[in-house]
Each structure stands twice: as structure tokens, then as C-alpha cells.
């Protein structure tokens, strides 16, 4: 899938993954991937500035932990995230409906 | 998965120190995205040696997997800009109480009850700081919390912000100190700490313009780079 289609839905992206539980940089691009089936493969220079950039924004908060010797930073979503989540959703469901039917309308006669 | 951090091995170790001398901006936000990063690349190649690779193939998958360094360091320049920007305010910020508490006190129009128009007339840089406060507070908001709400501020602007307030304190106690030198009473202490403090900030002021100026511009040569690619 190429990269341009993602542009205005990654920070939804990110904070879906981030819904269930919190996740450190590396899960959130495989839960990304896992969660589309392999289709949506996103480059690391994409993802940790785009967490950066959302925990700027309050949507997402981190902490860092320590797991066998290694320092793990883990986000979690905010109060916040889950509103612009719950926005986000709601303005693709229109998008999409929108695109849907444009593009598999019916066929002309 | 493996349970010891494989980022001993030369390679990724190499692989780090080059993003590390494409990163500008504040070294503590620095250090989080290598330690963030080497984490990631450590999980990635334990993954892989997981799957059977051998651990110098996991660590050149995992390597090739996260991008060539300049590609990574490119990828976290506008955060580091916005971070050095929104650092460099909120500098400007704190030095205005510590430098002009003393201007305050040396100028102030005498009786204290002269009101507004009297203070400003006595220290005429007064408008220049509500300026300066207002532009510092709308690049806060708009790089942070409230962006969510009001349009973003890219960090090429961030850095402009803090260039024009950089400009704005230097030029305010340039004129401060002028307004003292012009008054006829230079000798007094307190007018001789008011001075040292503006020169020492306005000395402080014109590095950080600098400073961001030079981000401001390697933003600049990338964004031109990337175009071209």
C-alpha cells in the first residue's frame, strides 16, 4: 500500500493500536501491521516521531520501564487520546461511506 | 525471543552513533530516541534470532528493516527543531522576571500609583514584552496541548518564533539600557546589575538566535534535499 494514502490517518492509526493497552515504539508498528494484515508495513522514521509528536499533543503519555535489562519506553493513550479517537472515527466512517459509494456506485446503464 | 539485549554487537552499536550524529536539538531528547531506537532494533533482531537467523544476519535485517541512518536522523529532525524551539522559549520566558525585576525597580515612575500610561512611558520596552509574551505563548499552545484544537505550528515556524522573540529581547534591552544611559543617573547599583543582567541575556539571546537560525536553515537544506529525491 503506498505511504501517501496513510497521510491524515496515521495519528488515528496510532491511537487505535493504543486502545487496548499501553505498548512500547516497536509493538505499536507491529500491532499496525499485525492489525492490517500485513498491508500496512510503516517505516520506523514514520512511527516514533509521530508518537513524539502525539505525546506533544497530550493524546498519548509515556513512561519508561525497564524489562530484562533493556530501557523500554511504553505509551499509553490519555483521556484525551481516547476523545480524538472517538473524532477521528467518527470523521472516517463519514470519509469512507462517502468514498465507498462513489467508487462502487451503481454502474451505469 | 531472545532474553539478553543483543546491542553489543558492533554493528548496531555503529548503526546508533550515526543516526546519534544526524540528530540535532537538546541531548536529552537525543539519548530517549537512541535508547528508544536501540530498543526497537534490539527487539527486531531478537526476533529475528528467534525465526533462525544467526545474530550478525538478525542485527543486518533489523538494520536494513529501520532505514539507513540519515533517513532515521532525517525522520526525527522536525521534533528535535520543535523541542529545541519550545526550549529556547521557554528560556526567553524565564529570563524576563530575573533581568526585568531590575529595570523595574530602577525606572519605575515615581509614585508607584502613577498608573499604566505612566509605567509605560517610564519604561518604554513594556509593549515589546507583551509582544514577546504573546508570540511565545501562541507557539507554545500551537507546538503542544492545545494543537488538538488550533492549527499545528511546523518547527520551521517554531524556530522563526524564536528568532523574532530573540530579536525582540535583545532589541528591548538594547533600548532599556539606552533609556538608563539617557536619564542622567548611570552611577546608582541597582542601574549597574539591571545593566549587567541585560547584557549578559541579550549576550545569551543573540546564541540562541543563532542557534535556531542554523536549525532553522538545515531544515531548510533537507526539506530541499528530500524534494529532490
Redesign the interface.
Known amino acids: 500500500m503506498r505511504p501517501e494514502l496513510l497521510k491524515g490517518h496515521l495519528d488515528a492509526l496510532l491511537l487505535a493500536v493504543l486502545e487496548p493497552g499501553p505498548l ?4 505499536v ?1 507491529e500491532a499496525v501491521r499485525a492489525g492490517s494484515g500485513g498491508a500496512l508495513d510503516l ?4 512511527v ?2 509521530a508518537l ?2 502525539l505525546e ?4 498519548i503519555a509515556s513512561t519508561w520501564e525497564t524489562v ?6 511504553a505509551y499509553r493513550l490519555t483521556a ?1 487520546g481516547q476523545t ?1 479517537l472517538g473524532e477521528h472515527r467518527t470523521v472516517w466512517d463519514r470519509f469512507s461511506t462517502a468514498v465507498t459509494a462513489l467508487l462502487t456506485g451503481p454502474a451505469p446503464a | 525471543m531472545s532474553s539478553q539485549p543483543i546491542l553489543a554487537e558492533p554493528r548496531l552499536r555503529a548503526y546508533l552513533a550515526a543516526v546519534a550524529a544526524g540528530l540535532p536539538g537538546p541531548r536529552r531528547h537525543r539519548e530517549r530516541i537512541l535508547t528508544e531506537l536501540g530498543d526497537g532494533l534490539d527487539q527486531d533482531a531478537a526476533g529475528r534470532v528467534a525465526a533462525g537467523l544467526g545474530p550478525a544476519a538478525a542485527v543486518d535485517a533489523a538494520i536494513d528493516a529501520f532505514g539507513s541512518p540519515d533517513v532515521v536522523a532525517a525522520a526525527f529532525a522536525g521534533e528535535l527543531a520543535t523541542a529545541s524551539a519550545r526550549r529556547m522559549l521557554g528560556w526567553f520566558v524565564v529570563t524576563g522576571p530575573l533581568v526585568g525585576v531590575w529595570w523595574l525597580l530602577v525606572l519605575h515612575p515615581h509614585p508607584w500609583r502613577a498608573g499604566v500610561v505612566a509605567l509605560v512611558a517610564a519604561i518604554p520596552v513594556i509593549p515589546v514584552v507583551g509582544v514577546t509574551l504573546v508570540t511565545v505563548a501562541a507557539t507554545f499552545a500551537t507546538t503542544g496541548r492545545l494543537m488538538r484544537w488550533l492549527p499545528e505550528t511546523g518547527p520551521r515556524r517554531a524556530l522563526v518564533a524564536v528568532v523574532a522573540v530573540g530579536v525582540l529581547v535583545v532589541g528591548a534591552d538594547v533600548a532599556v539600557i539606552a533609556v538608563y544611559l539617557g536619564s542622567g543617573w548611570p552611577a546608582r547599583p541597582l542601574g549597574v546589575v539591571a545593566v549587567a543582567a541585560s547584557v549578559i541575556r541579550s549576550g545569551c539571546c543573540l546564541g540562541a538566535v543563532r542557534h535556531a537560525a542554523a536549525l532553522h536553515r538545515r531544515l531548510v537544506d533537507r526539506t530541499g534535499r528530500d524534494a529532490h529525491r
Open positions: 512500547h515504539g516497536y509493538a508498528i517505516p520506523t522514521g514514520t516514533y516521531p513524539h509528536r506533544r499533543a497530550g493524546l530484562g535489562g533493556r530501557r523500554r519506553r484525551s480524538a
